[in-house]
């Protein structure tokens, strides 16, 4: 048993430090990437036509069917959606 | 010709047979996790069906030195299923493949100070690991059980594959019970452990006040690169975790690439997935026979898992609070609360309860960040649990 508790205290501390270092790295690496892609491959034409056709107040019908399903499946059909703008 | 003799001769057959019948009824009537409920629960009365030799046996070195071939012949399907998918690990990271498939970082990738969280909301593990042995489970034995707390199915039953097989039905069972009664545990805990004015902290307003300082100006390529990024950081630390996250991560890449890779993204999402998590249930449920549930430790992981649950709901609250005592940007913790697995649920619990606080109060992104860290921090915890003791 007093080898059990042992073990187990001991994957209490090097679990937790494990998790809490891979995510850490994670975090780090992630911020890392970020600076990276900003800096050199910061945009894409897609994005371009994105923002074009949000500007244009014309809404893609997919993303429509996507956010109508959605809000359907969440309301259980109770709500409905009646008009869709850009929150500032 | 009939199971009437075999019946009387095994009683307790029955009371697995009605068990199997209220698991279809929770997946069914209640809707609580019907994918796996469903053939988890008929996988149930299946092995308990006398006679019908659909019962997974224990596994036994005769049985570890047959051929596939034998253990059909032998003991029938429902062992050559269970001993070619869920005794070889192979079943969970296919799994995980699909979930990685479903999964989107940009929440993540849009807060990742967030997944610290994830990482805090794993102590239910532990600490529970720490409880099952004082109360009379092996160190594996209680590994495989405190994993319920990471609230991730497919990790809990890979874990338990690799270190307690014998109780993989009650901690399958408890594990996805779990995850279904999240609309239930993360109110509890909250109510437990937070107060009116810090759930009313409104996430969005925060970040006016206190603006990210790296925005992402190529999100797609943030998607694809990032996944192979946090692959490599799991690879070198905690190599058996990749089964898992490698899986998971495989899965959301050719999800991200877009067109070029859709019919494999498709296929992971899609077909696999449901045929991975049919096989998945009906053999989990197969494990449940009388002989191996209805006993002392089944009560005890149903008891176990439910405190390793609320643990980790507390343990990513307090997680938060410690967070907000030091920073001047505060965050809600029911962020924290979401730092257990358990996608996209419990972000979906979170942000209702922050609604009804504040009805301007959407914090969904930010739950879905700390929620998708949680998927890594549980699979990260169970490598560490694996390597230590397998």
Do not use: W
Request: with cysteine; aromatic share 8%.
């Amino acid at each position: 048993m007093n080898e059990g508790f042992s073990i187990a205290f001991e994957l209490l501390a090097v679990g937790m430090i494990t998790v809490f270092t891979i995510l850490a790295l994670i975090v780090v690496f992630g911020n890392l990437l970020t600076t990276l892609v900003n800096k050199y491959i910061p945009e894409t034409v897609v994005a371009k036509k994105v923002v074009q056709a949000t500007t244009r107040g014309v809404i893609d019908p997919r993303k429509m069917a996507a956010i109508v399903s959605a809000v359907d499946i969440v309301t259980e059909g109770k709500a409905k959606v009646t008009s869709i703008t850009k929150a500032e | 010709m009939t199971a009437f003799g075999n019946l009387f001769h095994s009683p307790e057959t029955v009371i697995m047979i009605i068990i199997g019948v209220f698991l279809l009824y929770l997946g069914i009537g209640k809707g609580y996790e019907p994918l796996l409920l469903v053939p988890i629960g008929f996988g149930v009365i299946l092995a308990n069906s006398l006679g019908g030799e659909m019962g997974v046996v224990p596994s036994t070195d005769e049985i570890m030195h047959m051929s596939l071939l034998e253990v059909a012949k032998n003991y029938g399907i429902m062992n050559l299923l269970y001993y070619s998918l869920i005794k070889t690990g192979l079943l969970p990271p296919i799994i995980f493949m699909g979930v990685g498939a479903l999964t989107d970082f940009g929440p993540m990738l849009r807060n990742l100070k967030l997944a610290f969280f994830g990482a805090a909301a794993q102590i239910g593990i532990f600490t529970v690991l720490l409880a099952a042995i004082a109360v009379g489970f092996t160190t594996k034995e209680a590994a495989s059980l405190g994993i319920i707390g990471g609230a991730d199915g497919p990790t809990a039953i890979y874990t338990t594959i690799k270190l307690a097989p014998h109780l993989l039905g009650p901690i399958a069972i408890a594990a996805y019970s779990y995850m279904a009664l999240v609309p239930v545990i993360i109110p509890f805990v909250v109510r437990l452990t937070t107060n009116k004015k810090e759930l009313k902290i409104n996430m969005k307003e925060m970040d006016k006040l206190y603006p990210n300082k790296r925005p992402i100006k190529n999100l797609r390529a943030m998607k694809i690169l990032f996944p192979m990024m946090m692959g490599g950081i799991v690879a070198v630390f905690v190599p058996s975790a990749v089964p898992l996250v490698g899986m998971l991560l495989f899965g959301n890449l050719v999800k991200e690439i877009g067109n070029p890779t859709e019919r494999l993204y498709k296929a992971a999402s899609g077909g696999i997935l449901n045929t991975a998590t049919i096989f998945l249930g009906l053999t989990v449920g197969a494990t449940m026979t009388a002989e191996a549930f209805l006993n002392f430790k089944t009560i005890m992981i149903i008891v176990g898992g439910f405190v390793a649950f609320c643990f980790s709901v507390a343990g990513g609250i307090y997680a938060v609070k410690i967070f907000n005592l030091f920073s001047n940007k505060k965050i809600n913790p029911l962020v924290g609360a979401t730092g257990l697995s358990a996608v996209p649920m419990a972000s979906r619990v979170a942000n209702e309860i922050a609604l009804k606080h504040d009805p301007s109060n959407h914090l969904l992104q930010y739950a879905m960040a700390s929620n998708i860290s949680g998927v890594i921090g549980s699979a990260v915890a169970a490598g560490v649990l694996i390597s230590f003791l397998s």
